[in-house]
């Protein structure tokens, strides 16, 4: 059973609007989330986080929202430029350090 | 320069040959891990170690093999019992439940 998923494969959104990519988790364990971005042949980047006694952290054009009693967390990206294009994953953390991914959503800006 | 380094960058292997994938970091971190990535999928934990001389099975560890003799070093050896290597490799380092730093990858191909 996955317990992170990211439901929509990919995305594509205009240069300047907002990119607005979704997780939803089941582990009520997991005490803190991450957001990565990747692209093709290469290792993953830290891109923002949120603790679970938040709601909402924010770093430049990027905000990422927790919503605990949905199960869900939400990357808002505005706005959305070109080089933003790559693989976005989303990751939990349990306070054992151990983190479980989602399969990705592929964000496409188009200029 | 300090960051996370896996060698070599690509990696055959003939079937029934055991193959050892280097991971070495130098930001002093205690917590390192081993990821597979398959195409069109997330990252799947094979092994962690959150200390030196010890470590874990993640989600995917038959056929995987672990050591952990020194803090900045954490080699994966892919056994010939591991019937699906083929695979996209990826190694990490963090502080214990932050975010994690990747390294380039390793793409393992079975010839």
Known sequence: ?111 | DGGITQSPKYLFRKEGQNVTLSCEQNLNHDAMYWYRQDPGQGLRLIYYSQIVNDFQKGDIAEGYSVSREKKESFPLTVTSAQKNPTAFYLCASSIVSSEAFFGQGTRLTVV
């Open chain 1, 1 to 111: 059973d996955q317990q992170v998923k990211q439901n929509s494969p990919s995305l594509s959104v205009q240069e300047g609007r907002i990119s607005i990519l979704n997780c939803d988790y089941t582990n009520s364990m997991f005490d803190y989330f991450l957001w990565y971005k990747k692209y093709p042949a290469e290792g993953p980047t830290f891109l923002i986080s949120i603790s679970s006694i938040k709601d909402k952290n924010e770093d430049g054009r990027f905000t990422v929202f927790l919503n605990k009693s949905a199960k869900h967390l939400s990357l808002h990206i505005v706005p959305s430029q070109p080089g933003d294009s790559a693989v976005y994953f989303c990751a939990a953390n349990t306070n054992a350090g151990k983190s479980t991914f989602g399969d990705g959503t592929t964000l496409t800006v188009k200029p």
